[in-house]
């Protein structure tokens, strides 16, 4: 065999191995995108389950307007977003809150709701230029059993929790809108549920 | 006798193809069954899949026989360009996020833009092969494989690398 005709068959096999490394390297890509994919906002709550009916409430806004919290909200969703002024994470997520608030305004309002003196919670929402309905109530808190913050709840046009969780980051927050899109209760529920699906099509 | 070598090639890589996907449909007709119905209509169902199924199964055997490989060729073409068409119909139509099933019923590829003018590059490579006779001797039909094999990886490859880009545009959109 001459050497022309083994260099061809070795630069063949390198084609070959290469074109598997960049196959290899973009299924890995694709399951990089998977794993990372929506880590929606978790669930703790040992008062409220989705679905069931949210606690109706009339609570004043700092601002001495009344806001009536999972009353009739004319065909709206609510987004109850619980906060404190003395909590970092919620203060960097206030931005977000209020780009989240304009973009969605066509289906719904969103309500802060926080607990303590009134005087500090007027000097957080000047310091971050809060434009949104904000109340100062601990028995709203108590009501949707929030224990950790931020926490958001979500309610559907029925009044009914749609979803809720902690939120840590403007991705968490999408997860609940994308939760009430997809009706599951959580972003995690629906991909576990897709994982199941997919794994239940490659068995078959 | 270099045209001839790839020609034949390119015609055993898109045999692949269609093996490939005429096999998927039969063994899981269910996860094509949504493309399937959006197109035909509801009342499609597992048995329009399995049909479709059948004439990918029917052209990849016809490509392979040397004596049917021009037929299996044109057919292999007319059906890619049938897809486009189809794939065009509903981008036109808004349905973005509709799942192509191109790459097996794993895959999470939708339909659009770059679907299309894949499929339309394939049908134009399966035409162009119909013009060279299948080649001789046992040298050329093992290169002709070789050029098959890197065809099908650098397929697949393509197949992520538009998955990987209609997820990354999907996050940002998010």
Request: charged fraction near 15%; include cysteine; aromatic fraction near 8%.
């Amino acid at each position: 065999m001459s050497l022309l005709v083994v260099s061809n068959i070795l630069l063949w096999l390198t084609v070959v191995v290469l074109a598997i490394m960049n196959y290899v390297l973009l299924r890995q890509v694709g399951v990089l995108y998977e794993r990372v994919a929506p880590a929606g906002a978790l669930m703790v709550n040992r008062t409220l389950e989705v679905g069931q009916a949210a606690p109706a409430l009339e609570a004043l806004t700092l601002t001495g307007e009344r806001v009536s919290i999972a009353g009739p909200l004319g065909g709206r969703s609510q987004l109850l977003f619980f906060l404190s002024p003395d909590c970092p994470v919620c203060g960097e997520l206030t931005p977000a809150l209020m780009a989240v608030a304009r973009a969605e305004a066509e289906w719904v309002d969103v309500v802060l709701v926080s607990d303590g003196d009134e005087q500090d919670h007027a000097g957080y929402v000047s310091r971050k230029s809060i434009e949104l309905p904000y109340v100062v109530s601990e028995l709203v808190g108590k009501s949707y059993g929030v224990s950790k913050l931020p926490y958001a709840v979500l309610i559907d046009e029925n009044q009914r929790v749609s979803s809720m969780g902690i939120v840590n980051s403007r991705e968490h927050l999408d997860s609940l809108f994308e939760a009430k899109e997809r009706n599951v209760a959580s972003i995690q529920e629906y991909m576990n549920k897709r994982d199941e699906e997919r794994f239940v099509e490659v068995k078959s | 006798m270099l045209m001839e070598i790839l020609g034949s090639g390119i015609t055993y890589f898109v045999a692949v193809l269609f093996a490939h996907a005429g096999l998927s449909k039969w063994r899981s007709p269910q996860a094509y069954q949504e493309t399937v119905a959006s197109t035909l209509g509801s009342a499609a169902g597992i048995r329009a899949v399995r049909l479709i199924g059948a004439v990918e199964l029917g052209s990849a055997a016809l490509m392979v026989a040397p004596a049917s490989r021009e037929l299996g060729l044109i057919l292999a073409a007319a059906l890619l360009i049938s897809y486009a068409a189809v794939m065009g119909w509903h981008v036109y139509r808004g349905q973005v996020e509709l799942r192509c099933g191109c790459g097996g019923p794993g895959s999470d590829t939708r339909v659009g833009g770059e679907l299309i003018w894949r499929n339309v590059v394939l049908a134009g490579c399966a035409l162009w092969a119909t013009g060279f006779a299948v080649p001789f001797g046992v040298t050329a039909v093992w290169l002709a494989l070789a050029v098959a094999l890197v065809c099908v990886i650098a397929y697949a490859a393509l197949d992520q690398a538009i998955e990987n880009r209609q997820r990354w545009q999907r996050g940002a959109a998010q």
